[in-house]
């Protein structure tokens, strides 16, 4: 009999705003495409029906570079799976907050300093991206807590010789922004 997987990792977009210094895509290269949101939404509907649990929106690239990303996240939550992201939340913005926050079970940030300077140095992005996730995820906590949703929002660093000396750092900011768990 067929046995179907319960959760799957997709990626809807093969390329990234950021170039993180540890990320293995520099060496497999970064790839300008999207999954075509109507084949998507299809075969989401057919994983739901084969007993498809979970979905995990990260990967190759960025998701949220995908200009379809907030209704295939709304698609997917319709079709009765749940909803996971992983980003480096420089494009979570309000807008897509407001439209697909409710439909995400959790979102973990990738974030890879503590300070403006290490994190710009890490991710190869400018330093205002720092700030912009952390306005972004400000704001999600804002429209968790007065909407009542039940989404967990969380942050990751991933621990390197660069950014060791600010764990701590990024343990209180994560902390004072409303963040529910930060993984080292």
């Not at 998701?63 to 799976?81: E, V």
């Not at 480096?88 to 407001?98: H, Q, S, W, Y």
């Not at 950014?163 to 209180?172: K, P, T, V």
Request: with cysteine.
């Amino acid at each position: 009999k067929n046995v179907y997987p319960i959760y799957a990792e997709i990626s809807p977009s093969g390329t990234c705003n950021h170039r993180c210094t540890y990320c293995a895509l520099d060496f497999m290269e970064y790839q300008l495409r999207f999954l075509d949101k109507g084949l998507l939404k299809d075969r989401l509907s057919e994983m739901a029906s084969l007993g498809l649990k979970s979905i995990m929106y990260a990967g190759e690239g960025e998701p949220l570079l995908h200009k379809d990303i907030g209704d295939i996240i709304n698609h997917t939550k319709k079709a009765g799976i749940d909803v996971a992201l992983t980003t480096n939340g420089v494009l979570l913005k309000e807008d897509l907050i407001e439209s697909a926050l409710e439909d995400i079970t959790w979102i973990k940030v990738s974030i890879n300093g503590g300070t403006r300077e290490t994190y710009a140095k890490i991710h190869r992005a400018p330093p205002r991206d720092f700030d912009m996730v952390i306005k972004n995820m400000s704001y999600a906590v804002k429209v968790k807590r007065d909407k009542g949703y039940a989404s967990t929002l969380g942050m990751q660093l991933i621990l390197l010789p660069e950014n060791w000396h600010e764990a701590i750092l990024l343990a209180q900011l994560a902390r004072d922004i409303g963040m529910q768990y930060l993984v080292i």
